[in-house]
């Protein structure tokens, strides 16, 4: 079989079968990369693509491998999600840099942290002036939380007994001019009220729409492909359209 063809068809074979192991094992390997999981997923990465291109051994061997270390990740997660001590043994520990506002020397040199990184992490969170940190935490996963002393933490409308408005996640109707029928039931609107307001906005059908998201606020934001419009609109100022 000509050579081309057979790492294609490898190629098919070893994206398929880790896209399925790494669905498996979760997103955990990208929202909390730890330096154990970066070593587990390098490995996993390497033998799939020896498995697509090392035509010199057969695919069999490679693939056998790839599922070894799948499953050895899988024993490996539920092991760290039912046991502490195994878990604090493969992730390690968060570490406290900063305690009371003061740097713990001990711990940086303990964890091989430098104080330009300490520094580096902590212009991240916006913060250029460490007299304004209480604590800092080095996570398990390589990154820094930070908890600002009290006296420089921003006001919020709780503390000045301000009431303020509900903020929840928005619903999108109309997502690459394709009009999402359930989610205008869910908002108690209807097709009919939606592109009747389009037409409002010179905009003849849905096709045109790129995105148009609906707030908790009752805030409607239309996007068009041309990118010509840019409209956020309360739909309580909006005619009735029957």
């Known amino acids: 079989m000509n050579e081309t063809v057979v790492v294609l068809v490898r190629s098919i074979i070893a994206f398929l079968t880790l896209h399925i192991f790494t ?3 979760g997103k955990q390997q990208v929202s909390q990369l730890t330096f154990f999981d970066y ?9 799939a693509a020896t498995l697509t291109s090392d035509l010199s051994s057969r695919a069999w061997p490679h693939w056998v ?4 270390w ?9 092991l760290t999600m039912h046991s502490r001590a195994v878990a604090k043994y493969i992730n390690g520990e968060p570490v406290v840099l900063i305690m ?8 940086l040199r303990k964890m091989r ?17 460490l007299e304004i940190v209480e604590f800092a935490v080095l996570e398990t996963n390589g990154k820094i939380s930070v ?11 709780n503390d000045l007994n ?23 039931r869910k908002v108690n609107l209807d097709r009919a009220w939606l592109e009747g307001y389009l037409k409002s906005l010179n905009i003849r059908t849905p096709g045109e729409v790129f995105l148009a998201v609906l707030d908790t606020q009752g805030k409607l934001f239309v996007d068009k492909y041309a990118d010509r419009l840019q409209n956020k609109t309360d739909i309580s100022d909006l005619p009735d359209i029957t």
């Open 113 to 129: 942290y430098t104080i330009d990184e300490l520094l580096g992490q902590l212009r991240h969170h916006q913060i250029f002036d």
């Open 70 to 78: 799948t499953l050895m990740v899988i024993v490996f997660q539920w």
């Open 147 to 157: 908890l600002k002393k009290s006296q420089y933490v921003p006001v919020t409308p």
């Open 23 to 25: 669905r498996l094992l």
């Open 162 to 184: 301000i009431p303020s408005k509900y903020k929840g996640i928005s619903t999108e109707l109309i997502y690459d001019g394709v009009i999402i029928e359930e989610n205008l």
């Open 39 to 47: 070593v587990l997923g390098i490995t996993i990465g390497s033998i």
């Open 65 to 68: 491998g790839l599922v070894s």
């Open 100 to 107: 009371n506002g003061k740097i713990m020397e001990g711990a």
